[in-house]
């Protein structure tokens, strides 16, 4: 069942609070997820970013929206939510809005 607009933010912070109680655990510096990147990142940027990008496709799926890729997600979502003291409700505030249609996707 699809969740309304609201619920899919409250569902983005939770799934991506769950990830940032893993930051201690991933600190050492892994290859990156981002597609424009050859450049290795803390554990814990990658990891978080996954688990957005997996949660954002898994709910564009409920309202038959094709998914996006990792690049569309970091130039879409990732990057408006970036430098925001807020970060961690911009970033789930932008996800439920790709992953609702709102930002539209290339």
């Not at 038959?64 to 970036?82: D, G, Q, W, Y």
Request: net charge negative; no cysteine.
């Amino acid at each position: 069942m699809a969740l309304d607009f609201q619920e899919t933010i409250r569902e983005m912070e939770s799934r991506l609070s769950l990830a940032q109680h893993e930051r201690s655990q991933r600190q050492a510096e892994i290859p990156s997820n981002n597609p424009n990147s050859r450049h290795k990142e803390l554990g814990w940027v990658v990891f978080e970013r996954q688990a957005m990008f997996d949660a954002v496709n898994a709910e564009r799926q409920v309202h038959k929206l094709p998914p996006i890729n990792m690049e569309t997600f970091i130039s879409k979502v990732e990057t408006l939510a970036l430098g925001h003291s807020d970060y961690t409700h911009k970033l789930a505030l932008y996800g439920a809005e790709m992953a609702h249609g709102r930002i539209l996707a290339p």
